[in-house]
């Protein structure tokens, strides 16, 4: 495969802010897993070539369904309301605990590489289920804080982001997670979110906010976590 792009299948894809960013650092979307029906509009419109289902649950029955392209990445911001502090912060007992899920595919498919985002809330709850269940399934794995003010966006909104490679791939490249500052992090007042309905800098606005923007990975974050993965790729080569 020298030479090819990295197949990614992203679950959890919202609008694919995650999925864009990806793209642009030279990655290649083959899949998305997204249960609103708004969202998936949304990816039908911008990857219509890309097949898209609707419930992570049955995500691997759908995808053995037929014949599919190799996945070398799984990517997912798996659902942030268990561990969020704007909610009851009931980690793994809230029914919207999905890792697990995204858990499984991991492991029926085997990728070279994993991307997890969640909010800073995940650091002190149910991140520590998620290394030990990535570890378990033999992957050398790093959490880090990146925010979107460090890819030159006006506001601060740090995402917590899980990077992992199988341990066949050696020891992480020395990028791994280390944020490049395109764009000095100053002192402001800065909200810590866009100021418009909590739309994602680099997203279009003309959407419904709520449902689609509010949980949205900036996609010059993602563009900035998919160079590292590809300079540990290249690096393995």
């Known amino acids: 495969m020298s030479g090819e792009p990295l197949n990614v299948l992203e679950l959890f894809a919202g609008i694919g802010g995650l999925s864009l960013g990806l793209q642009r650092a030279g990655m ?3 899949g998305h897993v997204e249960i609103n029906p708004f969202c998936r509009a949304i ?3 911008h990857w219509p070539e890309v097949p898209c289902h609707d419930d992570v649950r049955t995500a691997l029955t759908w995808w053995r369904s037929q014949p599919r392209p190799r996945v070398d990445v799984v990517a997912g911001g798996y659902p942030c309301q268990p561990d969020s502090l704007a909610g009851p912060r009931r980690g793994t007992d809230d029914e919207r605990w999905l890792w697990p899920e995204m858990a499984r595919v991991i492991h029926a498919l085997r990728p070279r590489y994993v991307i997890g ?3 800073l809330g995940h650091r002190t709850r149910g991140l520590r289920f998620v290394l030990r269940d990535l570890e378990r399934l033999g992957y050398t794995t790093r959490a ?5 003010c460090e890819m030159g966006t006006p506001h601060p909104r740090p995402r917590l982001f899980i ?3 199988t341990n ?4 992480p490249a020395r990028r791994w997670l280390e944020p490049a500052r395109t764009a000095p992090v100053r002192e402001s007042r800065w909200p810590a979110e866009p100021g418009v309905g909590r739309v994602a800098h680099g997203l279009p606005d003309r959407v419904d906010r709520v449902t689609a923007l509010g949980n949205a990975v900036v996609p010059a974050v993602a563009e900035h976590i998919g160079g590292i993965i590809l300079d540990h790729h290249t690096q393995r080569r």
């Open 144 to 148: 880090g804080v990146v925010r979107a």
């Open 163 to 165: 990077l992992a490679h």
């Open 117 to 119: 985002e969640n909010v």
């Open 28 to 30: 290649r979307i083959v």
């Open 43 to 45: 990816l039908h419109k």
């Open 168 to 171: 066949s791939q050696g020891r």
